[in-house]
């Protein structure tokens, strides 16, 4: 087939009048169709983004450069005076630091707990299921029921952890008043909600580490905690950075938990836990009203998540190999020995 | 060969039909198309929030009297999703909305500012239905009347007889009436008894929250934060509201049990007794009756400080781009009637806001039992005839309240905040709100 048509290709030289092709229409569609299809199979999702996410990213740009009023719609073009008003507000500034804060107090401790639970689970248990179920059920839970539950948990004069704390003589802690304590009861919330799910990723990477690893540890007369460090955590170093960086674009992202956090949903009256998605809506949706501004937020939303998803993927890149100890590398050298092993026998 | 032509144009059309799919999804809501004649069955929908009182049995009713005409009730169950779904529909040029779109009265003052997207209701059938405020609120400029109102909150004071008892106070409610002021109750006169009710029980506060009392003063001024014709006064310079908020956090510091409203400190609080009075318009028994299950006492008094108020109230809308405006606009035409208005005031206690319907011997004869019996139908006509100042509420007015409001829960209820550094705040927060 393919030895007809390339053949009087050759022969053109420059000047010559080019000779009739005699390369059949179908021919030429088969052609098409080996290099084609394979873009259009998996077209689908990029015609889905570029619906769903590129063009709303795209079309929020131009709206941060408009006075734009919910509405009253499109109004002048103003240029990047919705950024500016929008840096040289103070409650811009509090939802950033707020935001870090809650991100800091959930995703820490959330990859670390859940990394140890994983660890636990992938023990023998007796009802292995039932307990790999068990972590996943406050994902279920709607977060807006989390709220509800944890809103009653943490009332400020009426709540049971106040009331707790009343019996061993402390003082109730004003949840809803200070930054920090209204920071760890969302942070709390946000840790109910992910840990699990995070665990049964961490699992699902650690059931594939090769169990004569731990058989050679075991021999060699490491203990529980010895092989979880040396083993555990240095085989699953890829899942790491990837838990962390989706936990790290989500914790930036927060928006469910401070919003059911209070009966308002504004972040409280001196925005102590007001997070930067919570003042996006409060300027677009609330009482100001205006989406030019609140496509300024998101597009600024947008870079800080770029920037520090790239510092993170950087950082956690840099520890995953440093001192050839990295699971890439690690593996290669394996994968090469193993192919020796292989072939000498 | 063909079959990749033919894929791709599965795909194209696989893509299209979804985003028709999408515009397709929004065309909910009435069945036929224009019907004017008035013998084609038509559905009309309306869609509401909380409870409005239009039962099955009352939309039943209409059909029975035009049998041409079927109606289907969407309920939100909270205000701010109906809110919500108005909203974005509206920004989206209408689409989807249902026929009639119930309202509160705080949303007009940007419904009003894009009125065009409604039907105009003005209409000689129902003039003089309402009372002049009712219906300037819903009043665009060029005179488009955008809504029929259906309910009003007129503000009495409900309190607790068995509190007022232990501190001594007369707990009858004409007694109490009379204790605050009468018919010339200041708000200066309210604090005054509540230092009185606070020196004999100190362990419980006279009101729940600085934030209502603010509200109740503020729902008093005709121009607190704006000039009539929309342009916002400068905080720093507004010795109304700042003496309306100087005197709320002054008496909050002996007076306030310094609750949020609504927040689950506020609802335990029904229980434990933290409180004695309640600024209480008269759908405020519900919510009252709800949280304080199983505590006797409850009362209503027909007095209110500084004369009359009002807090809340809802509208019927009609948006413009239904397909059965007219039929539509009968309907709420209807709905909103003094008689269909007594009607779900029996089934809901939302308080008409029709004049005539204050006259009506349903109305008037109605009681609460939970509140002692008290004649609730007969006391919040009163307090509905006290109201004499409209409050102009223009498209700025929510952005500085909540300004305001925010400082007042700040010294009020978090105490991270003296009162001058609670309005110095506020003034900062104003400028940052760029008017």
Not at chain 1, 153 to 166: C, H, K, R
Not at chain 1, 171 to 189: F, G, K, N, Q, Y
Not at chain 2, 47 to 66: K, R, V, W
Request: glycine share 8%; with cysteine; net charge negative.
């Amino acid at each position: 087939m393919s030895v007809k048509s390339p053949a009087p290709e050759r022969v053109i030289t420059a000047g010559a009048p080019r000779p009739p092709r005699r390369v059949g229409f179908s021919q030429r569609l088969s052609r098409w169709d080996v290099k084609v299809s394979p873009y259009l199979y998996i077209s689908p999702f990029f015609i889905a983004f570029a619906i769903t996410g590129l063009f709303p990213l795209i079309y929020t740009g131009y709206v941060s450069v408009y006075e734009w009023k919910l509405l009253g719609g499109q109004g002048e073009f103003i240029g990047f005076e919705n950024f500016a008003a929008i840096l040289a507000h103070d409650v811009f500034w509090k939802s950033l630091r707020n935001t870090f804060s809650i991100f800091l107090l959930s995703t820490v401790p959330q990859v670390a707990v859940a990394i140890v639970l994983a660890a636990l689970l992938d023990q023998n248990l007796r009802a292995r299921t039932f307990w790999r179920m068990g972590v996943l059920l406050p994902y279920v839970v709607a977060p807006v029921a989390v709220g509800i539950i944890f809103g009653r948990l943490f009332a400020d004069q009426s709540g049971l952890i106040n009331a707790a704390l009343g019996v061993f003589g402390l003082d109730p802690v004003r949840w809803h008043v200070e930054p920090l304590p209204s920071h760890i009861a969302i942070a709390t919330m946000v840790n109910f909600r992910w840990t699990g799910y995070n665990a049964l990723i961490f699992l699902a990477a650690m059931q594939a580490v090769p169990r004569d690893l731990y058989e050679a540890a075991i021999i060699d007369g490491a203990g529980r905690i010895r092989q979880f460090f040396s083993i555990t955590v240095p085989q699953i170093r890829a899942t790491i950075i990837f838990v962390v960086l989706t936990s790290t674009i989500g914790g930036l992202q927060i928006y469910d938990e401070p919003r059911v956090f209070d009966e308002l949903g504004r972040g409280g009256s001196s925005q102590q836990w007001m997070t930067t998605t919570l003042y996006l809506y409060d300027v677009g949706w609330g009482t100001q009203r205006n989406l030019g501004r609140a496509a300024a937020v998101a597009w600024i939303l947008f870079l800080i998540v770029i920037v520090i998803g790239s510092i993170n993927f950087a950082l956690s890149n840099r520890i995953a190999s440093s001192g050839g100890h990295g699971p890439q590398r690690r593996s290669r050298r394996q994968r090469r020995a193993a192919a020796r092993s292989t072939r000498r026998p | 060969m063909r079959k990749t032509t033919r894929k791709a144009w599965a795909l194209a059309a696989g893509v299209m039909s979804i985003s028709l799919l999408g515009t397709a999804c929004s065309d909910g809501g009435s069945s036929a198309e224009g019907g004017t004649d008035g013998d084609e069955a038509i559905t009309l929908t309306i869609a509401t929030f909380n409870d409005f009182g239009y039962t099955e049995e009352l939309l039943a009713e209409y059909t029975e009297l035009n049998p041409n005409v079927k109606v289907e009730q969407t309920r939100a169950a909270q205000s701010a999703d109906a809110r919500t779904n108005l909203t974005t529909k509206l920004a989206a040029g209408g689409a989807g909305l249902a026929d009639i779109e119930a309202i509160e009265v705080d949303w007009l003052p940007e419904l009003v500012a894009s009125a065009d997207a409604f039907a105009d209701l003005s209409d000689d059938a129902v003039e003089g239905r309402w009372d002049e405020w009712k219906v300037a609120a819903a009043t665009a400029e060029d005179g488009r009347l955008i809504g029929y109102g259906t309910d009003i909150g007129p503000e009495g004071i409900c309190y607790r007889a068995d509190l007022f008892e232990a501190a001594g106070l007369p707990t009858d409610r004409a007694a109490v009436a009379e204790l605050l002021g009468g018919e010339n109750a200041t708000w200066d006169s309210y604090f005054e008894v509540g230092r009185q009710f606070v020196a004999a029980t100190p362990d419980v506060a006279w009101f729940e929250t600085a934030g209502s009392i603010y509200q109740g003063m503020v729902n008093q001024l005709e121009n607190a934060y704006e000039e009539s014709d929309g342009t916002a006064k400068p905080l720093a310079e507004n010795t109304d509201v700042k003496d309306a908020y100087l005197a709320t956090v002054t008496a909050s510091a002996d007076l306030s049990a310094n609750l949020a409203q609504w927040s689950g400190d506020w609802d335990a609080a029904f229980q434990n007794n933290s409180f004695a009075t309640m600024l209480c318009p008269a759908w405020m028994t519900g919510p009252i009756e709800e949280r304080a299950g199983g505590v006797t006492g409850w009362d209503v008094a027909d007095v209110f400080p500084g004369g009359g108020g009002n807090w809340g109230g809802s509208y019927l809308t009609v948006p413009a781009s239904g397909k059965n405006v007219d039929e539509a606009k009968a309907l709420a035409e209807w709905l909103t009637s003094p008689e269909t208005q007594v009607k779900a005031f029996l089934n809901a206690g939302t308080f008409p806001s029709q004049v005539e319907a204050w006259e009506s011997a349903d109305l008037t004869g109605a009681t609460n039992d939970f509140f002692n019996d008290a004649p609730v139908g007969e006391i919040f006509a009163n307090r509905a005839a006290a109201i004499d100042v409209t409050p102009f509420k223009g498209e700025n007015y929510f952005e500085i309240h909540q300004v305001v409001s925010d400082a007042i829960n700040r010294v009020d209820i978090e105490k991270s905040e003296t009162p001058e550094q609670g309005w110095d705040s506020a003034v900062q927060a104003f400028s940052n709100l760029d008017l």
